[in-house]
């Protein structure tokens, strides 16, 4: 509203048709719809149209280790052009990093960078490209203890086939909690062996036979919830 006559924002050709869509800008405010006439660019009917700011919210855990994948959650999307960024904290709303387009999708996995440190991930508004929301993500090492609601405690090695003590520290109680012992590639809710927990700690465990680098986690089967992660090399 109060544009001089004869500038352009977003805009259709009429041609044969009698309605059309055109994108509303990215700020909030008030605005005019013009029918300009393209002989002397001049306005011959307008209507004015206020603009409001959408409610958009992202979320995503907020420590993951380098290179994995992290699930990025939003609602309120206004484009299915419209992208969620994963970027480095204090980068340009206008700058890439990892990103996918949001499409018809409500949330989508994005893959960690390589590199430690504070970053954020955003809904990035195509027109315009103008940051609706975010939220700061921390990338750990990848070796890293993750923990999201509690603690495990276990040594950081063992031997193959070697009995070791768990213990841990959560800040709720359900009625399935497991301790259990998985490759560091395996889907969170399979396993290598599972150890449920009917008392206090410490646990025993046993270690898997064959070397590598495995992962200890606590699950909240009840809520589907991961509670601690912890890395534990077999050699």
């Known amino acids: 509203m109060g544009t001089d006559e004869g500038e352009f924002g977003n805009y259709i050709v009429v041609r044969d048709a009698a309605n059309g869509d055109v994108q509303a800008p990215p700020e909030p ?25 959408p409610n958009v919210t992202i979320a995503a855990a907020g420590e993951v280790r380098a290179g994995e994948t992290i699930r990025v959650t939003w609602t309120g999307t206004v484009s299915g052009r419209d992208y969620v960024n994963l970027v480095p904290l204090g980068t340009p709303d206008d700058e890439f990093g990892v990103y996918t387009q949001v499409r018809d999708d409500t949330e989508k996995d994005l893959k960690a960078p390589d590199e430690t440190g504070l970053y954020e991930v955003r809904y990035l508004l195509r027109e315009g490209s103008r940051v609706l929301a ?32 768990v213990g841990w520290s959560v800040q709720s109680e359900s009625a399935d909690q497991r301790i259990t012992i998985a490759r560091g590639d395996q889907a969170i809710f399979t396993w290598l062996s599972a150890t449920k927990i009917t008392g206090a700690p410490p ?32 050699k």
């Open 134 to 165: 975010r939220q700061t993500v921390e990338v750990l090492a990848a070796d890293a203890q993750l923990n999201t609601g509690g603690e495990i405690l276990a040594p950081d090695t063992g031997t193959p086939g070697s009995t070791i003590e």
């Open 203 to 234: 646990v025993a465990m046993t270690l898997p036979d064959e070397p590598g680098v495995y992962e200890i986690r606590f699950l909240d089967l009840s809520n589907q919830a991961v509670l601690s992660r912890k890395t534990i090399e077999v």
């Open 29 to 53: 405010g008030m605005y005019e719809v013009r029918y300009i006439l393209r002989e002397g660019s001049k306005t011959i009917a307008s209507v004015p149209v206020e603009v409001t700011e």
